[in-house]
């Protein structure tokens, strides 16, 4: 018998985007539904495979090899490559992760889907870590293959550390672009490139010497932003032209040694994430008001001075800041000129919703009971019959193990959390708790156990991660059992 593929091509000519495409399915194959779907239908369907719409887990995929998404759509058989190959949508993300030195097949690729995108606005990630003379002929081409499309950037990254970049040529030609990203070496010449983005919004990643060579942003206009590495100094000056700022995330280095006076008020600021490593942080928040708070994230490195509790409170109750609905705390070190309140800052935060308190493994091994984190489990402890309903908003509970833990003393904030008198009374009943990093499961007896079994039996989310071998791997704590 002939193949259905010998039999005469049969024209699909409808109206819209998509030419005449022909399809050499015989009549028999017109049985399966999905071969009764209109081009445009199909088309629309694919759409949906576009790294745009992938989540976390497959833009790392991508990043490694920017064809994965597209592969599927374009191999189940003639009629999907077809309509695949004529849906812009599907060719508009575009990443590279330059590999090799030679990157001819790099360049064709990317031509390739520059062609296919239409005139869909671009999302283009430009990636090498190469260093030599090979590496930087590949990266000048790919550099000059998407810079001819600049007019069609709405988000744009580029990373090469040890490598030149002149970008200098996109000035005035960035219509479209709304997030840029950069990572760039020493030998790097970006002017005023970016200076003309009437609708920039959003800077993240940049490292020290992008951040250095970055003369001039449309700073008033900006929302969101991220640097790698700056100055205390450099911060404040960055954060005093952003006067939109909603989300500022930066790792800090250097001293500050006298805050701003008055200090500087963020009226829009909603989220703030520091790191940083053997300074302190307390002038910094002394110099900072910002009313509309609603998360902090604050990350110590090893040697971090653990000062900023008291500045923090103060920050909070100056602003004031009464609506922080998230606290992440990574702690690393147990040392300083006063003692850490976290007690005393979730007193102050009467709408926290999330609280996780990490001990990073520099602190995991050594030093851990000298924050006495009892203190906390028992400020978080509800006690109606005393009228004590702290943090009564509180949703979410994250906490590493300490030395000083007390089994009974956390099994009963897990009951004043969970067993609450009544749906409206003046607490919320809490949705999960997790407990990480506990040595061994024999800390918790019997009693503990069968009290921790009947919360988790009643609906509560409780994850108690024991360290199994090397630090980074965990078991549960089984209760459903």
Same mark, same amino acid.
């Given at each position: 018998?002939?193949?259905?593929?010998?039999? /005469?091509?049969?024209?699909?000519?409808?109206?819209? &985007?998509?030419?005449?495409?022909?399809?050499?399915?015989?009549?028999?194959?017109?049985?399966?539904?999905?071969?009764?779907? $209109?081009?445009?239908?199909?088309?629309?369907?694919?759409?949906?495979?576009?790294?745009?719409?992938?989540?976390?887990?497959?833009?790392?995929?991508?990043?490694?090899?920017?064809?994965?998404?597209? %592969?599927?759509?374009?191999?189940?058989?003639?009629?999907?490559?077809?309509?695949?190959?004529?849906?812009?949508?599907?060719?508009?993300?575009?990443?590279?992760?330059?590999?090799?030195?030679?990157?001819?097949?790099?360049? /064709?690729?990317?031509?390739?889907?520059?062609? *296919? +995108?239409?005139?869909?606005?671009? =999302?283009?990630?430009?990636?090498?870590?190469?260093?030599?003379? /090979?590496?930087?002929?590949?990266?000048?081409?790919?550099?000059?293959?998407?810079?001819?499309?600049?007019? *069609?950037?709405?988000?744009?990254?580029?990373?090469? $550390?040890?490598?030149?970049?002149?970008?200098? +040529?996109?000035?005035? #030609?960035?219509? !479209?672009?709304?997030?840029?990203?950069?990572?760039?070496?020493?030998?790097?010449?970006?002017?005023?490139? =970016?200076?003309?983005?009437?609708?920039?919004?959003?800077?993240?990643?940049?490292?020290?010497?992008?951040?250095?060579?970055?003369?001039? !942003? $449309?700073?008033?206009?900006?929302?969101?932003?991220?640097?790698?590495?700056?100055?205390?100094?450099?911060?404040?000056?960055?954060?005093?032209?952003?006067? *939109?700022?909603?989300?500022?995330?930066?790792?800090?280095?250097?001293?500050?040694? %006298?805050?701003?006076?008055?200090?500087?008020? !963020?009226?829009?600021?909603?989220?703030?994430?520091?790191?940083?490593?053997?300074?302190?942080?307390?002038?910094?928040?002394?110099?900072?008001?910002?009313?509309?708070?609603?998360?902090?994230?604050?990350?110590?490195?090893?040697?971090?001075?653990?000062?900023?509790?008291?500045?923090?409170?103060?920050?909070?109750?100056?602003? &004031?800041?009464?609506? %922080?609905?998230?606290?992440?705390?990574?702690?690393?070190?147990?040392?300083?000129?006063?003692?850490?309140?976290?007690?005393?800052?979730?007193?102050?935060? $009467?709408? !926290?919703?999330?609280?996780?308190? #990490?001990? /990073?493994?520099?602190?995991?091994?050594?030093?851990?009971?000298?924050?006495?984190?009892?203190?906390?489990?028992?400020?978080?402890?509800?006690?109606?019959?005393?009228?004590?309903?702290?943090? &009564?908003?509180?949703?979410?509970?994250?906490?590493?193990?300490?030395?000083?833990?007390?089994?009974?003393?956390?099994?009963?904030?897990?009951?004043?959390?969970?067993?609450?008198?009544?749906? +409206? +009374?003046?607490?919320?009943?809490?949705?999960?708790?997790?407990?990480?990093?506990?040595?061994?499961?024999?800390?918790?007896?019997?009693?503990?156990?069968?009290?921790?079994?009947?919360?988790?039996?009643?609906?509560?989310?409780?994850?108690?991660?024991?360290?199994?071998?090397?630090?980074?791997?965990?078991?549960?704590?089984?209760?459903?059992?």
């Amino acid at each position: 018998m002939p193949s259905e593929w010998a039999a /005469e091509p049969i024209c699909t000519d409808r109206p819209g &985007p998509y030419p005449p495409i022909a399809d050499h399915r015989s009549p028999a194959a017109f049985s399966s539904p999905i071969q009764s779907v $209109p081009t445009e239908v199909l088309a629309e369907i694919l759409s949906y495979l576009s790294p745009g719409h992938l989540d976390n887990d497959m833009q790392a995929i991508l990043h490694e090899c920017a064809q994965a998404a597209i %592969i599927p759509p374009t191999h189940v058989c003639q009629r999907w490559r077809q309509i695949a190959l004529h849906t812009p949508s599907l060719w508009n993300h575009i990443t590279v992760n330059l590999a090799q030195r030679d990157s001819t097949n790099a360049v /064709e690729c990317v031509e390739s889907w520059l062609a *296919r +995108g239409g005139d869909c606005p671009l =999302f283009v990630r430009v990636h090498c870590q190469g260093q030599d003379v /090979e590496y930087q002929r590949g990266w000048d081409a790919l550099l000059a293959t998407v810079i001819g499309h600049s007019c *069609r950037w709405q988000e744009a990254a580029f990373h090469a $550390p040890f490598l030149s970049t002149s970008l200098a +040529g996109i000035r005035n #030609r960035l219509p !479209l672009l709304q997030t840029l990203g950069l990572a760039l070496g020493r030998s790097v010449n970006l002017r005023n490139s =970016f200076e003309a983005a009437p609708m920039l919004w959003s800077v993240v990643n940049l490292n020290s010497h992008s951040l250095q060579n970055l003369r001039r !942003l $449309p700073w008033t206009q900006l929302t969101n932003f991220t640097t790698d590495v700056c100055s205390f100094t450099q911060a404040l000056s960055m954060l005093k032209m952003m006067p *939109r700022i909603v989300r500022f995330t930066a790792e800090l280095q250097s001293f500050l040694q %006298i805050p701003l006076t008055p200090p500087l008020r !963020l009226s829009e600021l909603r989220h703030l994430a520091l790191s940083y490593s053997g300074i302190g942080i307390d002038c910094l928040l002394d110099s900072l008001e910002l009313p509309s708070l609603a998360k902090l994230s604050l990350f110590e490195r090893p040697g971090a001075r653990t000062t900023w509790s008291t500045s923090l409170i103060s920050l909070i109750h100056r602003s &004031p800041c009464s609506d %922080i609905a998230t606290l992440d705390l990574a702690l690393s070190r147990y040392s300083g000129s006063e003692p850490l309140s976290l007690d005393g800052l979730i007193r102050v935060t $009467p709408k !926290l919703q999330t609280l996780d308190v #990490r001990n /990073e493994i520099h602190a995991f091994y050594s030093h851990r009971g000298s924050r006495d984190h009892s203190r906390l489990v028992q400020a978080l402890t509800a006690s109606p019959a005393c009228g004590t309903h702290p943090v &009564p908003e509180l949703q979410t509970l994250l906490l590493d193990y300490w030395d000083d833990f007390q089994v009974q003393l956390f099994v009963d904030m897990v009951e004043s959390r969970w067993r609450v008198d009544s749906p +409206g +009374g003046p607490i919320k009943r809490i949705d999960c708790i997790s407990l990480r990093r506990v040595p061994d499961a024999a800390i918790f007896d019997a009693v503990a156990m069968a009290r921790m079994r009947e919360f988790v039996a009643e609906g509560l989310t409780l994850r108690v991660e024991v360290v199994a071998g090397e630090y980074h791997g965990y078991t549960l704590i089984p209760f459903d059992e």
